[in-house]
């Protein structure tokens, strides 16, 4: 075939955008370009896929093809009847296949136009009421988050959310336990002691929290529910007062079996000085925050204190029971009766035996009760054993 036959065949096949103008004159005079007598289908195919450009539903964004035909978007039940035919359209494509994909992230970009073409009144109300606080619906625009190489929409954001009106918008107050931010209904500047600063920094300052927070607080201020020896061992070393009260606590604990077993003390309820804070009976490891604030002002080392005195003089002094549970040091077997609270003395951790402590430490033999108690035991098993 020649070269301007071939040519010829070339251009009956294919459409000149630029001869438009040609052919709607041509048109006019009645005459019919070459081009359309040769391949009158393909104009038409060209019309329908411009025309089904022209209705695509305002996302410039999405590239990809229409799942069903074409959806014209022009109102919400339009809308709504795209939605359901991707649906089912959806429903008959292959599993996991390219086209059911696309066909998914068409039906989002639906329900996201069909999103914002929606009365705010249909789906919720402008206003809400929960434990007394109103609150009101705020809409933003949408937020679409695009692909930085084709543009494609990936996801987007319809913002709604609810403002508490009964507080100044711009008035956010910060709650000092929780961190949070609250409106001037939930949060009235109160001041509390925050826990977490006094046990990691010592600090007694009042601080702004709300008003959940602050009745949180309140109820567990006498709790005894703080393990300093967990949460920060190191305060013992930087507060005088906590060794001291921890001192007083563990003499107090060595003190009740001599309570609790004596008729006398029972009779007068030496323990009750201690109802208040009960866990001062029971172990010299728990604290509560008003513990804490006592020591700090000083009032609870006076309390204590005080207490601390009364029961060791029913034990040493004024109770001939309890004075005969006392103990005398087997190591110099000299001085007056020890008792295990007492400042210088020294406690056997295997027979709670108690000593001086310069010479329990200066003695570098084993205790001698333990060693006394270890004799008759072996000499126990050898009787059984010749019997």
């Known amino acids: 075939m020649e070269y301007d036959e071939r040519l010829a065949l070339f251009r009956q096949t294919r459409l000149n955008p630029f001869d438009r103008g040609e052919e709607e004159d041509g048109l006019q005079e009645g005459k019919m370009p070459p081009q359309q007598e040769a391949r009158p289908e393909l104009f038409s ?4 896929h411009s025309s089904d450009r ?3 539903l305002g996302l410039a964004e999405d590239h990809f093809s ?3 035909g074409s959806f014209v978007a022009s109102d919400i039940e339009q809308l709504k009847l795209a939605i ?3 649906k ?7 599993e996991h296949s390219e086209r059911q994909k696309d066909t998914v992230v068409k039906l989002i970009h639906l ?3 069909l999103q914002e073409l929606k009365d705010p009144e249909e789906d919720e109300p402008n206003l809400r009421v929960l434990l007394e606080h109103r609150f009101s619906k705020e809409k933003s625009k949408s937020v679409k988050q695009t692909c930085d190489k084709c543009s494609t ?3 987007g954001l319809i913002q709604t959310w ?3 009106t009964g507080g100044v918008p711009s008035e956010a107050r910060q709650c000092d336990y929780t961190g949070q931010y609250y409106c001037s209904t939930c949060h009235w500047n109160d001041t509390t002691i925050v826990p977490a600063r006094v046990i990691h920094n010592w600090e007694f300052e009042p601080r702004k929290v709300c008003r959940s927070s602050l009745r949180y607080l309140a109820l567990m201020l006498p709790r005894p529910v703080l393990k300093l020896k967990e949460i920060n061992p190191l305060l013992f070393n930087f507060v005088e007062e906590l060794v001291e009260i921890r001192k007083l606590r563990q003499d107090i604990l060595l003190m009740k079996p001599y309570f609790i077993t004596c008729k006398e003390a029972m009779e007068a309820r030496l323990l009750l000085q201690l109802q208040d804070r009960q866990h001062f009976v029971e172990n010299d490891d728990m604290y509560s925050l008003q513990d804490l604030i006592d020591i700090s002002s000083g009032r609870l080392s006076c309390s204590l204190t005080e207490i601390h005195t009364t029961f060791a003089k029913h034990i040493k002094l004024d109770c001939e029971r309890c004075q005969a549970k006392g103990f005398v040091c087997e190591l110099c077997k000299e001085g007056d009766i020890l008792f295990p609270f007492d400042s210088h003395t020294s406690v056997c951790n295997e027979c709670s035996a108690v000593f001086h402590r310069d010479c329990y430490y200066d003695n570098s033999t084993t205790c001698p009760r333990c060693a006394r108690m270890t004799d008759r035991k072996q000499e126990e098993e050898s009787d059984v054993k010749d019997a």
Do not use: G, Q
């Open 54 to 56: 022209t209705m695509d």
């Open 153 to 155: 929409i990936i996801w």
């Open 88 to 94: 089912k359209l959806i429903l008959e494509l292959p």
């Open 45 to 48: 195919a060209s019309r329908t």
């Open 111 to 113: 329900r996201l136009k």
């Open 84 to 86: 359901e035919e991707c």
């Open 66 to 68: 229409r799942p069903m």
């Open 162 to 164: 609810y403002t508490c």
